[in-house]
């Protein structure tokens, strides 16, 4: 591959300079996941002023167990001035109801955007620098699915939520954006971290997202992690399912709801092949799932590729 990590990070840090003025360096705003795309584009924008920025995690309600802290504490270890937003009600409200993928991901991105207008305002801040990447890009304008994060390219205008984007690695895909964040000298955590989706558990949650499926979903990814981390793979993860199943516990009949494994092979997301793990470790995760999390009575696992299937499954 004749991609320079080097030669971009000079030429972006060239193109920031060029877009922010110093003296703005105050009105900024990164929205920050603990993603490596968002990082990495968070210390570039850094690197470019030469100073901190603020760095902002929302806390949406959507995402891992202790996420939030884990984040904050690592980007600031980067020397961003990170803090956490709790907009857990916000986001949570706005997808009250919903059941159909598209409109949970536009009611995301609604309600996402609208947080951080008013997290703008409050700081009266101009720019904000999001880690929007080519395939990004790539499957929203091709009409795929709706990223949360591609704005303009659909022809939003920003200036609606207040403020002007800033995305330093928008023509890069997963693997050169890797090692951009090696050469910037982030911890392997973040630049070899698997990738985690924008809306995280609503489009992980089949149907209408509530606390119980979220807390459910958390309990499970939770398990799924620690069992799959030996095992080489692009994204490993849990579907929560609309859907309930017959099963047994303590002897007696219970009904709860089904998880499907996905474990998929990929470089650039665009692509992708559901791992081959052996029956003997599916059979481990799906037993500690069951006995471990109540509410569940039957785990799957996925067996199709990308395409025809995409990654995620809403
Ligand atoms: P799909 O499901 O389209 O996923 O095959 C491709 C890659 O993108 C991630 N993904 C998203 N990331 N906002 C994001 O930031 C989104 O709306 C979104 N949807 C999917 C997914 O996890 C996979 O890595």
Known sequence: MDFDPKKYIEKSVEEIRKLIRLEDSEKVLA?????????????????????PIKAVYIDDGLRRKGEGSYVVKVLRNLGLDAFIYDAKKEVLQALKGLKDAEEKRKAFRE????????????MDAKYLVQGTIAADVVETVGGIKTQHNVL???????AKYGFKVVEPIKDLYKP??????????LPKDISERKAFPGPGFA???????????LEILREVTEIVEEETKDIEAFQSFAVLLDLKAT?????????GYIVVLRVVESTDAIEAKFVEIPFERLRRISKRIIAEVPQISRVLYDVTDK????????
């Open 31 to 51: 929205a920050c996941s603990g993603g490596v795309d968002s990082t990495v584009a968070a210390v570039l924008v850094s690197k470019a002023l030469g100073r």
């Open 111 to 122: 309600a996402f955007y609208t947080v951080l207008g008013n997290i703008i305002k409050e």
């Open 152 to 158: 303009e390219q659909l022809g939003i205008d920003t």
């Open 176 to 185: 050169q954006v890797r090692m951009v964040a090696r050469e910037l000298g």
């Open 203 to 213: 489009i992980r949650i089949v149907g209408e997202v509530t606390w119980e499926k």
């Open 247 to 255: 099963g047994i516990k303590d002897g007696k009949r219970s009904y």
């Open 307 to 314: 395409p025809p299937a995409t990654i995620e499954f809403e």
